[in-house]
């Protein structure tokens, strides 16, 4: 277990560097205002997307032998699991929240609050660290991708509800176009039909190139808005909203868990065919539910007319906290399994 800890350890050490430039940046005032919003929308309209084709089109030989050898059937059961456990976690996660912020007087920080303990940033922040915790593992990295999708569907339906406490507010169109829908949507189709899959084609193998190196960036890019946040923000701001804290612990510890109680049921149901590293069926939506808040949080509280200040302590503090949160949880919960 001292190998575990002392592994997501260095992982979180490593994400804390990247927030560096960025805290520096804008402390040097080398950063202007918009700075942030740029940033964030090349890596929500950008890196996401190209996150989403790099985990599904492109693969070394190594590791698409290792995937054919798990087989499609299994992979579609096991991505199937996958799908009901993540849904299953936000979906209780969120009736949790409804019970504990019922009788908040103070309706769109609760809302705020809510969101927060509900969606991980299992993108940014998720994916990345389980290519890290698992040495890039095509197939770990593909379980967590299914998270993903439900976490997209889930934030621009649930996630516009907890920031507006409108349903009114939800678009179908606005789901259908986002950028990382659509990328999702084609990277499946390229994966199960390899045969157009241009990312895997000899004769062009230069093209694998662009979703390789972008989606490299969302880690950096990711932890670099952190920091520019981060040297925005008052402490005062930051650290003395109470519900802040709570949020932060549905968010980082009791999420997690509770996704790990989630996933005994389903667990038999691998059996033994199951294909290899079938663990992380279970394993990546814990990984996912045990990350810091999204960094959407903001954004859509600046969109949708939220409650931007709690949003922003919220996302900073929790994001803060979790550098400390995520090796103890994830040594704990790999101790269990």
């Known amino acids: 277990m001292a190998e575990i800890f002392l592994k997501v350890l260095l992982i979180m050490a490593v994400f804390i560097a990247f927030a560096v430039p960025g805290f520096a940046l804008k402390k040097l005032k080398m950063i202007g205002e918009g700075g942030t919003v740029t940033l964030s929308n ?21 590791d698409w032998n290792t995937i054919q050898s798990v087989g499609i059937i299994n992979l579609l059961k096991n991505s199937g699991l996958t799908l009901c456990i993540s849904a299953l976690a936000i979906i209780l996660i969120f009736a949790l929240c409804k019970i504990i912020f019922i009788k908040s007087k103070n309706k769109s920080a609760a809302n705020v609050y809510s969101f927060v303990a509900v969606f991980s940033n299992c993108g ?12 890039g593992n095509p197939i770990a990295v593909m379980y967590i991708m299914v998270f993903n999708i439900v976490f997209n569907v889930m934030i621009w339906t649930l996630g516009i509800y907890l920031i507006t406490g409108d349903v009114k507010q939800i678009r179908l169109k606005k789901l259908i176009c986002n950028p990382t829908i659509i990328a999702m949507a084609i990277a499946l189709l390229l994966f199960f039909v390899p045969q157009i899959n241009i990312f895997m084609m000899d004769e062009v193998a230069e093209l694998a190139i ?3 190196y972008l989606s490299y960036m969302t880690a950096p890019l990711s932890m670099i808005i952190v920091g520019i946040r981060l040297a925005e923000t008052s402490p005062r701001t930051l650290f003395l909203k109470k519900g802040v804290y709570l949020a932060g612990g549905l968010r980082m510890i009791i ?18 065919g199951a294909g290899a590293f079938s663990e992380y069926v279970y394993l990546a939506p814990i990984i996912a539910m ?24 919220a996302f900073i503090t929790n994001t803060l906290f979790s550098l400390v949160t995520i090796p103890l949880v994830m040594t704990a919960i790999m101790a269990i399994l």
């Open 42 to 62: 090349l890596l929500l309209y950008v890196c996401q997307p190209a996150l989403a084709i790099k985990a599904f089109c492109v693969f070394f030989e190594e």
């Open 124 to 135: 940014f922040f998720g994916i990345p660290f389980v290519e890290m915790f698992t040495d």
């Open 210 to 212: 662009l979703p390789k």
């Open 255 to 272: 999420a997690p868990f509770l996704t790990l109680l989630i996933s005994l049921p389903f667990r038999g149901l691998l059996g033994d």
């Open 290 to 313: 045990a990350m810091s808040p999204a960094a959407a949080v903001v954004a859509m509280a600046e969109t949708f007319d939220g409650d931007r200040e709690t949003a922003t302590a």
